[in-house]
């Protein structure tokens, strides 16, 4: 079976930019959850997905969004790219509430 | 959230057990205990879980105490590839607790 895909793996943008990401969950696999990764904060939540809705956000502002496909597959979506914004980002599926999270391999985001 | 402690390094010698340590003494009774660990370059990966009696399966055993509030990973014969930052995260059943929260976890070195 096909593990999780994310692309693409590594992007270069610049402050102000916006940038989308994409995260293929495994088949079958209805949750989509995303994780920033930096050196200082280590992994943070950003949100999660079940069957298209948002079920949960983490502390970050609303210039970073998501979104489900039907077909589970699942985008986000950081406006307005800042500095700070520099960082591995990381997708995880699972099949359902509280199973074990699967994570791709993350897009390395560098914003100059 | 139930908070975990780990130290934030250790190190072992390949072929060697490895026992990496964990404190959670606010756990409630349906906190499952799950790890992960990332290997360089890599996203996090799942090891292995339980809720109150030790488990084992082919990547390593988890021993946890009789009273919940510490449990350990048990990496029977470190090798080279098992080098990597180790993460022990406690994660609700049935609850809405399905984002992952990693504090800093364990840096684990192996030495040939």
């Known amino acids: 079976k096909a593990g999780v895909t994310q692309t693409p793996r590594y992007l270069i943008k610049t402050r102000g930019q916006q940038v989308t990401l994409s995260c293929s969950p495994i088949?079958?696999?209805?949750?989509v959850s995303w994780y920033q990764q930096t050196p200082g904060q280590g992994l943070q939540f950003l949100f999660e997905y079940f069957s298209e809705t948002q079920r949960n956000k983490g502390n970050f502002p609303g210039r970073f969004s998501g979104r489900q496909f039907s077909n589970s597959r699942s985008e986000m979506n950081v406006s307005t790219l800042e500095l700070g914004d520099s960082a591995l980002y990381l997708c995880?599926?699972?099949?359902?509430?509280?199973?074990?999270?699967?994570f791709g391999p993350g897009t390395r985001l560098t914003v100059l | 959230d139930a908070k975990t402690t780990q130290p934030n390094s250790m190190e072992s010698n390949e072929e060697e057990p490895v026992h990496l340590p964990c404190n959670h003494s606010t756990i409630s009774g349906t906190d499952y205990i799950h790890w992960y660990r990332q290997l360089p370059s890599q996203g996090p990966e799942y090891v292995i879980h339980g809720l109150t009696s030790n488990v084992n399966n082919r990547m390593a055993s988890l021993a946890i105490a009789e009273d919940r509030k510490s449990s350990t990973l048990i990496l029977h014969r470190a090798t080279l590839r098992d080098a990597a930052v180790y993460y022990c995260i406690l994660i609700r059943s049935g609850g809405s607790n399905y984002k992952l929260t990693f504090g800093k976890g364990t840096l684990l070195t192996v030495n040939p």
């Open positions: 088949s079958g696999h209805r949750s």
């Open positions: 995880a599926s699972s099949w359902g509430y509280t199973d074990t999270q699967y």
